[in-house]
Protein backbone atom coordinates (compact mmCIF):
# COMPACT_ATOMS: atom_id res chain seq x y z
CA UNK A 1 0.00 0.00 0.00
CA UNK A 2 1.17 3.35 -1.19
CA UNK A 3 0.57 6.11 2.09
CA UNK A 4 1.09 8.73 -0.51
CA UNK A 5 -2.22 8.36 -2.84
CA UNK A 6 -4.84 10.31 -2.54
CA UNK A 7 -8.12 9.48 -1.29
CA UNK A 8 -9.82 8.56 -5.10
CA UNK A 9 -6.78 6.42 -5.79
CA UNK A 10 -6.67 4.66 -2.72
CA UNK A 11 -10.48 3.83 -2.89
CA UNK A 12 -10.09 2.91 -6.47
CA UNK A 13 -7.17 0.79 -5.51
CA UNK A 14 -5.25 2.59 -8.42
CA UNK A 15 -1.93 4.04 -8.83
CA UNK A 16 -1.68 7.86 -7.92
CA UNK A 17 -0.57 9.39 -10.96
CA UNK A 18 1.62 12.64 -10.73
CA UNK A 19 -1.04 14.45 -12.74
CA UNK A 20 -4.15 13.35 -11.09
CA UNK A 21 -7.40 14.86 -11.16
CA UNK A 22 -8.64 13.66 -7.47
CA UNK A 23 -5.38 14.31 -5.56
CA UNK A 24 -5.81 18.12 -5.01
CA UNK A 25 -9.05 17.98 -3.96
CA UNK A 26 -8.87 14.26 -2.19
CA UNK A 27 -6.35 13.74 0.39
CA UNK A 28 -5.82 10.90 2.24
CA UNK A 29 -6.85 12.24 5.18
CA UNK A 30 -10.49 12.60 4.86
CA UNK A 31 -11.68 9.27 2.62
CA UNK A 32 -14.97 10.33 3.15
CA UNK A 33 -15.29 13.07 0.88
CA UNK A 34 -14.58 10.57 -2.27
CA UNK A 35 -16.81 8.04 -0.86
CA UNK A 36 -20.13 10.22 -0.92
CA UNK A 37 -19.09 11.63 -4.95
CA UNK A 38 -18.13 8.50 -5.98
CA UNK A 39 -21.46 6.91 -4.36
CA UNK A 40 -23.82 9.67 -6.56
CA UNK A 41 -21.73 10.72 -9.09
CA UNK A 42 -19.45 7.86 -10.00
CA UNK A 43 -15.87 8.18 -10.73
CA UNK A 44 -15.73 8.44 -14.05
CA UNK A 45 -18.22 12.19 -13.86
CA UNK A 46 -16.67 13.50 -11.49
CA UNK A 47 -13.41 13.38 -13.13
CA UNK A 48 -14.82 14.59 -16.33
CA UNK A 49 -16.51 17.85 -14.27
CA UNK A 50 -13.45 18.67 -12.42
CA UNK A 51 -11.08 18.25 -16.23
CA UNK A 52 -13.80 20.78 -18.20
CA UNK A 53 -13.02 23.32 -15.60
CA UNK A 54 -9.43 25.52 -15.63
CA UNK A 55 -7.48 24.31 -12.49
CA UNK A 56 -8.09 27.34 -10.16
CA UNK A 57 -11.67 26.24 -10.00
CA UNK A 58 -11.26 22.88 -9.63
CA UNK A 59 -11.34 23.25 -5.82
CA UNK A 60 -14.50 24.88 -5.47
CA UNK A 61 -16.35 22.69 -7.80
CA UNK A 62 -15.41 19.50 -5.98
CA UNK A 63 -16.01 21.04 -2.43
CA UNK A 64 -19.64 22.08 -4.21
CA UNK A 65 -19.67 18.76 -5.31
CA UNK A 66 -19.06 16.69 -2.32
CA UNK A 67 -22.10 19.19 -0.16
CA UNK A 68 -24.12 17.92 -2.83
CA UNK A 69 -23.39 14.59 -3.10
CA UNK A 70 -23.85 14.85 0.71
CA UNK A 71 -27.34 16.45 0.43
CA UNK A 72 -28.18 13.76 -1.46
CA UNK A 73 -27.26 10.77 0.51
CA UNK A 74 -28.90 12.63 3.62
CA UNK A 75 -31.82 13.11 1.50
CA UNK A 76 -32.38 10.93 -1.03
CA UNK A 77 -35.68 12.04 -2.86
CA UNK A 78 -35.24 16.20 -2.60
CA UNK A 79 -30.92 16.16 -1.98
CA UNK A 80 -29.98 19.79 -2.11
CA UNK A 81 -32.90 21.10 -4.12
CA UNK A 82 -35.07 20.48 -0.72
CA UNK A 83 -32.74 22.77 0.94
CA UNK A 84 -33.30 25.34 -1.83
CA UNK A 85 -37.22 24.91 -1.37
CA UNK A 86 -36.78 25.55 2.42
CA UNK A 87 -34.99 28.72 2.02
CA UNK A 88 -36.88 30.39 -0.60
CA UNK A 89 -40.14 29.23 1.61
CA UNK A 90 -38.33 31.39 4.48
CA UNK A 91 -38.04 34.36 2.34
CA UNK A 92 -41.44 33.60 1.35
CA UNK A 93 -42.46 33.59 4.84
CA UNK A 94 -40.10 36.90 5.69
CA UNK A 95 -41.90 38.77 2.91
CA UNK A 96 -45.46 38.38 4.22
CA UNK A 97 -44.21 39.21 7.62
CA UNK A 98 -42.64 42.52 6.23
CA UNK A 99 -45.51 43.62 4.10
CA UNK A 100 -47.46 42.96 7.22
CA UNK A 101 -45.33 45.62 9.16
CA UNK A 102 -45.30 47.86 6.67
CA UNK A 103 -48.53 48.26 6.55
CA UNK A 104 -48.57 48.93 10.40
CA UNK A 105 -46.35 51.34 9.90
CA UNK A 106 -48.64 53.07 7.66
CA UNK A 107 -51.18 52.76 9.81
CA UNK A 108 -49.16 54.26 13.06
CA UNK A 109 -47.87 56.90 10.33
CA UNK A 110 -51.77 58.03 9.28
CA UNK A 111 -52.32 58.05 13.54
CA UNK A 112 -48.87 60.11 14.61
CA UNK A 113 -49.46 63.55 15.79
CA UNK A 114 -47.25 66.29 13.96
CA UNK A 115 -44.60 65.86 16.59
CA UNK A 116 -43.75 62.48 15.69
CA UNK A 117 -43.98 62.80 12.27
CA UNK A 118 -39.98 62.70 11.84
CA UNK A 119 -38.98 59.30 13.15
CA UNK A 120 -41.81 58.06 11.61
CA UNK A 121 -41.16 59.28 8.21
CA UNK A 122 -37.67 57.14 9.01
CA UNK A 123 -39.29 53.87 9.25
CA UNK A 124 -41.29 54.99 6.22
CA UNK A 125 -37.94 54.86 4.27
CA UNK A 126 -36.79 51.94 5.57
CA UNK A 127 -39.46 49.73 5.16
CA UNK A 128 -39.93 50.92 1.29
CA UNK A 129 -36.25 50.33 0.50
CA UNK A 130 -36.63 46.51 1.60
CA UNK A 131 -36.34 44.18 -0.92
CA UNK A 132 -35.65 40.08 -1.77
CA UNK A 133 -34.72 39.83 -5.08
CA UNK A 134 -37.05 37.33 -6.52
CA UNK A 135 -34.35 34.68 -7.38
CA UNK A 136 -36.68 32.12 -7.96
CA UNK A 137 -35.36 28.11 -9.02
CA UNK A 138 -37.47 27.48 -12.30
CA UNK A 139 -39.67 24.42 -11.07
CA UNK A 140 -40.78 23.83 -14.51
CA UNK A 141 -38.67 21.71 -16.91
CA UNK A 142 -38.01 21.89 -20.68
CA UNK B 1 -37.03 2.37 -33.82
CA UNK B 2 -39.65 2.21 -31.37
CA UNK B 3 -41.82 5.64 -30.78
CA UNK B 4 -42.93 3.88 -27.35
CA UNK B 5 -39.60 4.12 -25.60
CA UNK B 6 -39.36 5.92 -22.79
CA UNK B 7 -36.75 9.15 -23.07
CA UNK B 8 -33.85 7.06 -21.54
CA UNK B 9 -33.54 3.94 -23.78
CA UNK B 10 -34.22 6.09 -26.66
CA UNK B 11 -31.15 7.75 -25.66
CA UNK B 12 -29.48 4.89 -24.51
CA UNK B 13 -30.79 3.35 -28.05
CA UNK B 14 -31.83 0.04 -25.82
CA UNK B 15 -35.12 -1.61 -26.15
CA UNK B 16 -37.44 -0.05 -23.13
CA UNK B 17 -38.56 -3.05 -21.23
CA UNK B 18 -42.02 -3.18 -19.46
CA UNK B 19 -40.63 -2.51 -16.25
CA UNK B 20 -38.36 0.00 -17.13
CA UNK B 21 -37.17 2.29 -13.94
CA UNK B 22 -36.82 5.34 -16.36
CA UNK B 23 -39.86 5.38 -18.17
CA UNK B 24 -42.63 7.23 -15.91
CA UNK B 25 -40.18 9.61 -14.98
CA UNK B 26 -38.48 10.33 -18.78
CA UNK B 27 -41.45 10.49 -21.12
CA UNK B 28 -40.36 10.68 -24.70
CA UNK B 29 -41.80 14.21 -25.64
CA UNK B 30 -39.24 15.37 -22.28
CA UNK B 31 -35.71 14.36 -24.13
CA UNK B 32 -33.28 16.94 -22.28
CA UNK B 33 -34.47 15.83 -18.86
CA UNK B 34 -32.70 12.33 -19.37
CA UNK B 35 -30.14 14.28 -21.68
CA UNK B 36 -29.16 16.51 -17.91
CA UNK B 37 -28.93 13.73 -15.73
CA UNK B 38 -27.28 11.59 -17.75
CA UNK B 39 -24.31 13.83 -18.16
CA UNK B 40 -24.14 15.11 -14.54
CA UNK B 41 -24.44 11.19 -13.13
CA UNK B 42 -24.72 8.87 -15.33
CA UNK B 43 -27.59 6.69 -16.54
CA UNK B 44 -26.56 3.67 -13.79
CA UNK B 45 -25.86 5.88 -11.39
CA UNK B 46 -29.55 7.61 -11.90
CA UNK B 47 -31.11 3.97 -11.93
CA UNK B 48 -29.49 3.21 -8.71
CA UNK B 49 -30.90 6.32 -6.82
CA UNK B 50 -34.25 5.58 -8.62
CA UNK B 51 -34.36 2.06 -7.31
CA UNK B 52 -33.30 2.66 -3.58
CA UNK B 53 -36.69 4.26 -3.20
CA UNK B 54 -40.08 3.33 -2.59
CA UNK B 55 -42.02 4.13 -6.16
CA UNK B 56 -43.98 6.45 -4.72
CA UNK B 57 -41.17 8.62 -4.01
CA UNK B 58 -39.54 8.27 -7.58
CA UNK B 59 -40.87 10.87 -9.51
CA UNK B 60 -40.13 13.67 -7.09
CA UNK B 61 -36.54 12.16 -6.58
CA UNK B 62 -36.09 12.10 -10.60
CA UNK B 63 -37.35 15.86 -11.04
CA UNK B 64 -35.18 16.97 -7.97
CA UNK B 65 -32.30 15.28 -9.94
CA UNK B 66 -32.68 16.86 -13.24
CA UNK B 67 -33.29 20.01 -11.43
CA UNK B 68 -29.45 19.61 -9.66
CA UNK B 69 -28.07 18.44 -12.99
CA UNK B 70 -29.50 21.29 -14.66
CA UNK B 71 -28.21 23.62 -12.34
CA UNK B 72 -24.60 21.89 -12.58
CA UNK B 73 -24.52 22.50 -16.06
CA UNK B 74 -25.81 26.09 -15.88
CA UNK B 75 -22.83 26.42 -13.43
CA UNK B 76 -20.50 23.91 -13.45
CA UNK B 77 -18.37 25.04 -10.29
CA UNK B 78 -21.43 25.81 -7.50
CA UNK B 79 -24.05 23.96 -8.78
CA UNK B 80 -26.99 23.73 -6.92
CA UNK B 81 -24.79 24.84 -4.20
CA UNK B 82 -24.28 28.34 -5.49
CA UNK B 83 -28.38 28.85 -5.23
CA UNK B 84 -27.84 28.20 -1.68
CA UNK B 85 -25.62 30.36 -0.70
CA UNK B 86 -27.49 33.41 -2.46
CA UNK B 87 -30.50 32.09 -0.71
CA UNK B 88 -28.55 32.51 2.68
CA UNK B 89 -27.39 35.37 1.81
CA UNK B 90 -30.67 36.85 0.81
CA UNK B 91 -31.89 35.83 4.52
CA UNK B 92 -29.01 37.45 6.62
CA UNK B 93 -29.52 40.83 4.61
CA UNK B 94 -33.11 40.29 5.61
CA UNK B 95 -32.32 39.93 8.82
CA UNK B 96 -29.96 42.89 9.13
CA UNK B 97 -32.76 44.97 7.61
CA UNK B 98 -35.38 43.68 10.52
CA UNK B 99 -33.29 44.02 13.59
CA UNK B 100 -32.61 47.73 11.62
CA UNK B 101 -36.73 47.94 11.47
CA UNK B 102 -36.76 46.71 14.87
CA UNK B 103 -34.65 49.40 16.47
CA UNK B 104 -36.40 52.01 14.80
CA UNK B 105 -39.57 51.10 15.97
CA UNK B 106 -38.32 50.94 20.00
CA UNK B 107 -36.70 54.34 19.12
CA UNK B 108 -40.40 55.47 18.33
CA UNK B 109 -41.93 53.19 20.68
CA UNK B 110 -40.11 55.39 23.64
CA UNK B 111 -40.87 58.68 21.70
CA UNK B 112 -44.20 58.02 21.56
CA UNK B 113 -47.28 60.32 23.91
CA UNK B 114 -49.16 57.74 26.04
CA UNK B 115 -52.11 58.01 22.93
CA UNK B 116 -50.19 56.30 20.31
CA UNK B 117 -49.51 53.35 22.38
CA UNK B 118 -51.72 50.70 21.49
CA UNK B 119 -50.52 50.74 18.22
CA UNK B 120 -47.10 51.07 18.61
CA UNK B 121 -47.39 48.02 21.34
CA UNK B 122 -48.69 46.09 18.49
CA UNK B 123 -45.97 47.19 15.93
CA UNK B 124 -43.31 46.02 19.20
CA UNK B 125 -44.85 42.62 19.55
CA UNK B 126 -44.83 42.14 15.11
CA UNK B 127 -41.05 42.97 15.28
CA UNK B 128 -40.53 40.57 18.40
CA UNK B 129 -42.33 37.63 16.59
CA UNK B 130 -40.14 38.08 13.18
CA UNK B 131 -38.19 35.01 13.06
CA UNK B 132 -35.97 32.91 10.72
CA UNK B 133 -34.90 29.77 11.41
CA UNK B 134 -31.32 29.22 11.24
CA UNK B 135 -31.12 26.42 8.81
CA UNK B 136 -27.12 26.74 7.71
CA UNK B 137 -25.63 24.75 4.86
CA UNK B 138 -22.91 23.04 6.81
CA UNK B 139 -19.54 24.19 4.23
CA UNK B 140 -16.88 22.06 6.69
CA UNK B 141 -16.83 18.89 5.81
CA UNK B 142 -15.93 16.25 7.55
Redesign the interface.
Same mark, same amino acid.
Given at each position: MNPGRCAACRYLRRKCPPDCIFSPHFPPN %?P??FVSVHR =???A??VAK?LQ??PPH?RA??A??????A?Y?IEN?????????S???Q? =?HD?EK??A? *?RA? =?A??KS? %??QP?AA??E $??LD *??S $??S??N?Q?S?G??
Open positions: %ARK =IYGSNLQLLEAESLCLEQRPVYGCVGLVLLQQ =IAQLK *IE =IVLQ %AQQPQ $NL *IG $NLFSHAYFM
